[in-house]
Structures are given as structure tokens and as C-alpha cells.
């Protein structure tokens, strides 16, 4: 049997919600390389040799969370695994936490700067501790967003501070830690025991600071992504298979396998 191909960071809409979701980041020079649904993911997934993606939507209201859930929840099968969402301005109640992995969620998605908050704000402690207690992990946007205007609310010096003050909480950080700021992310979050995902910068990290990362970081740490429907999966996931200083484990390991193993130990 083949490795598994799983692209950890994609995004999905319902189907009256795509067309304009896709229409306004375009407007913000983001073009797309699907359609933004559930069926144009699949379809995309088929493409690449792609066998699971990991799925997302951000909150930007508190009182959306639970129905926005609930639909993630709709679209959980063999091939998608969604991620939960969450608003900073909820309380936390642990056994709401619990609730949300009890019905299959592994671990939620933030975005601190679409969702209005400082990623290191103490304010959001109590939410890490409960996501850390229930052993489900955190995808945090990290660094800019090209869609919004700084200052930038996850940058690696704030991030690295949740990872000193909740060592045990498996922290993904998306875009390889941040989007042109690579060298905070090298002085700030290499080595470290935290997830970098490649969305969005594979292709465009220079490439030789794209080296030094996979030299100075644990090649357990890397997982593939791709910020789909924003990148498109066959070009990303043929990039990284050809990458010449990669060995072919190093390249499983990336593309797949430690996902895998990550999921499972979420499971």
C-alpha cells in the first residue's frame, strides 16, 4: 500500500457561502484553485493523490460557533477531518470541550487576527488548558495574513510563549510559522517540540532558508498543507516530492506520515 498523502490545512464552505467567499479574497489579489466547497475539495483531493484533508472555518462571531460546528461536523468522513472552531469572547467550560471531542473532533483551528484577539493574551489560558487537558491540538494561523492589515496578532515571539507556558499543548503552526518573517520563526521556533505546517509558503519560501528549516527542525515536525482553495494541492504536493535535499522517508514523513501519526495519537 502507498503512503498516505494528507493535506492538514484546507478550507471548505458551504455551498451558498463559497462563491462569495472566494469572490471577496480575490479582491485581495487571493486567487482560487477550487471551488471553495466540500465537493470541489474532494474533487481536488482526487487530482493530487491527495487521501485526507484536514478541514477548517474561522469564527468570527461567538454566536456562530455552535452551528458552524455542527456543520463541520457534516462533513466528517473517511477522507475530510474537520477541526473545530472557537471564539475568543466564549466562556470556557471544560465540559464543552470535552463535548466537542466526544463527537470526533482532534483539535480546533484559530486565526487570531480574523477572530480579533493577541495570541498570548491571558485571557485565552483557560481555553489552552482545556484543549490541552482534553488532549486535542491547536492549528493557529501564524504570522501575516495577506487579506488583512497588521500589526500581526500570532507572530512567532507570541506564539513561542503559549508553547513555554503549556509545553504539553500540541501546537501546529501554519504558513512554516509565518509568511515572510521566517527569520523570527527560525530565532524564535526552531528545535522546539511544535508543528510547522507547510500552507500557502511552500513554493514560495526562498529555498534555501527552506532547507535550513528542515535541517534545524525535527523532520517529525513538518506537515504538509496547503491553505486550499487558495493553493492548488497537485502543484504543492508535486513541489515537495521533487525536492532534491529531501530524502524519500524525509519526504513520507512530510507529506503524510506524521499526520497520521498525529492523528491517531488524538484519536
Known amino acids: 500500500m502507498s503512503p498516505k498523502h494528507i493535506d492538514f490545512h484546507t478550507h471548505i464552505f458551504p455551498p451558498d457561502m463559497a462563491p462569495?467567499?472566494?469572490?471577496?479574497?480575490?479582491?485581495?489579489?487571493?486567487?482560487?484553485?477550487?471551488?471553495?466547497?466540500?465537493?470541489?475539495?474532494?474533487?481536488?483531493?482526487?487530482?493530487?493523490?491527495?487521501?485526507?484533508?484536514?478541514?477548517?472555518?474561522?469564527?468570527?462571531?461567538?454566536?456562530?460557533?455552535?452551528?458552524?460546528?455542527q456543520w463541520l461536523l457534516s462533513t466528517k468522513q473517511e477522507r475530510i477531518h474537520p477541526l473545530a472552531t472557537w471564539h475568543p469572547d466564549l466562556p470556557v467550560d471544560p465540559d464543552v470541550i470535552n463535548d466537542l471531542?466526544?463527537?470526533?473532533?482532534?483539535?480546533?483551528?484559530?486565526?487570531?487576527?480574523?477572530?480579533?484577539?493577541?495570541v498570548d493574551d491571558k485571557c485565552m489560558f483557560p481555553f489552552y488548558e482545556a484543549v490541552r487537558a482534553e488532549g486535542m491540538f491547536i492549528l493557529f494561523h501564524a504570522g501575516l495574513d495577506r487579506g488583512l492589515p497588521g500589526p500581526l496578532n500570532a507572530p512567532p515571539e507570541r506564539l513561542v510563549k503559549i508553547h513555554e507556558a503549556f509545553?504539553?499543548?500540541?501546537?501546529?503552526?501554519?504558513?512554516?510559522?509565518?509568511?515572510?518573517i521566517y527569520d523570527r520563526t527560525e530565532t524564535c521556533l526552531l528545535g522546539r517540540n511544535i508543528y510547522l505546517d507547510t500552507s500557502f509558503v511552500l513554493r514560495k519560501m526562498p529555498i534555501e532558508i527552506l532547507k535550513r528549516f528542515v535541517n534545524r527542525h525535527a523532520i517529525d515536525?513538518?506537515?504538509?498543507?496547503?491553505?486550499?482553495?487558495?493553493?492548488?494541492?497537485?502543484?504543492?504536493?508535486?513541489?515537495l516530492l521533487s525536492l532534491p535535499f529531501l530524502t524519500e522517508e524525509?519526504?513520507?514523513?512530510i507529506a503524510g506520515t506524521n499526520a497520521v501519526r498525529l492523528l491517531d495519537q488524538h484519536g
Open 20 to 69: 462569495k467567499t472566494l469572490e471577496e479574497m480575490t479582491k485581495r489579489s487571493i486567487p482560487s484553485y477550487a471551488d471553495g466547497t466540500l465537493e470541489g475539495l474532494m474533487d481536488s483531493m482526487d487530482a493530487a493523490g491527495i487521501d485526507i484533508s484536514v478541514v477548517s472555518r474561522i469564527t468570527t462571531k461567538p454566536e456562530q460557533v455552535e452551528s458552524i460546528n
Open 101 to 118: 471531542r466526544r463527537q470526533g473532533f482532534k483539535g480546533f483551528k484559530l486565526h487570531p487576527d480574523y477572530q480579533g484577539f493577541i
Open 167 to 180: 509545553p504539553d499543548l500540541t501546537m501546529i503552526l501554519a504558513h512554516m510559522g509565518g509568511e515572510e
Open 221 to 239: 515536525r513538518f506537515l504538509f498543507g496547503t491553505d486550499s482553495p487558495w493553493v492548488d494541492q497537485t502543484m504543492d504536493l508535486k513541489f
Open 250 to 253: 524525509a519526504k513520507e514523513k
